[in-house]
T-cell receptor
Framework: QKEVEQDPGPLSVPEGAIVSLNCTYS??????FMWYRQYSRKGPELLMY????GNKEDGRFTAQVDKSSKYISLFIRDSQPSDSATYLC?????????????FGKGTLLTVNP | GAVVSQHPSRVICKSGTSVKIECRSL??????MFWYRQFPKQSLMLMAT?????????EQGVEKDKFLINHASLTLSTLTVTSAHPEDSSFYIC?????????FGPGTRLTVT
């Protein structure tokens, strides 16, 4: 079993839809959870991060972490064609500058105008 | 924001030659930088963790003599692919950490012919 599982999609939605992206993980030592957006042939861009369980909202994006279920989600409201990208979940066991990230495989999202 | 640059963005080299890739944090100092490799439609695979002024820590299965990493200053890390072979062709991405956030460069596409 991989440490982090993420459905690779692809996921195709109409503009304005609510998008739900999810990851599950197996290692209970993960404490920090991130979502990255990666456009084709570009480096990943940090979207959101959360520490431990709970919700965090930033504009159209909401990140949720449920440590009891080892399940994290990213919701995108009022999705736009510019949101079309691959979304990667990532998590680490510790904070500080020397931590390692474990990534999911990424979900390819297309938002159709 | 936190900006990380990589140079070159694309490089084509002949089998047996060496290639150097630079990673710079432009507006912050990074004591730790990371080097990743990404195959098409795959997630990021951590190759090594680089700390300023000390030897890099390589992940299991990564040949340290083939992928030489130097982190000479708080804003610059380099990855040298020595005696490159076609199987080394890939997308190489660096990241620089600030607190517990990692910021990624735009990536370098290496093609070995």
């Amino acid at each position: 079993q991989k440490e982090v599982e993420q459905d690779p999609g692809p996921l195709s939605v109409p503009e304005g839809a609510i998008v739900s992206l999810n990851c599950t993980y197996s290692n209970s030592a993960f404490q920090y959870f991130m979502w990255y957006r990666q456009y084709s042939r570009k480096g990943p861009e940090l979207l959101m991060y959360t520490y431990s369980s709970g919700n965090k909202e930033d504009g159209r994006f909401t990140a949720q972490v449920d440590k009891s279920s080892k399940y994290i989600s990213l919701f995108i409201r009022d999705s736009q064609p510019s949101d079309s990208a691959t979304y990667l979940c990532a998590m680490s066991k510790s904070g500080g500058s020397n931590y390692k990230l474990t990534f999911g495989k990424g979900t390819l999202l297309t938002v159709n105008p | 924001g936190a900006v990380v640059s990589q140079h070159p963005s694309r490089v084509i080299c002949k089998s047996g030659t060496s290639v150097k890739i630079e990673c710079r944090s432009l507006d912050f100092q990074a004591t730790t930088m990371f080097w990743y490799r990404q195959f098409p439609k795959q997630s990021l695979m951590l190759m090594a963790t680089s700390n300023e002024g000390s030897k890099a820590t390589y992940e299991q299965g990564v040949e340290k003599d083939k992928f030489l990493i130097n982190h000479a200053s708080l804003t610059l890390s380099t990855l040298t692919v020595t005696s490159a072979h076609p199987e080394d062709s890939s997308f190489y991405i660096c990241s620089a950490s600030r607190a517990f956030e990692q910021y990624f460069g735009p990536g370098t596409r290496l093609t070995v012919t």
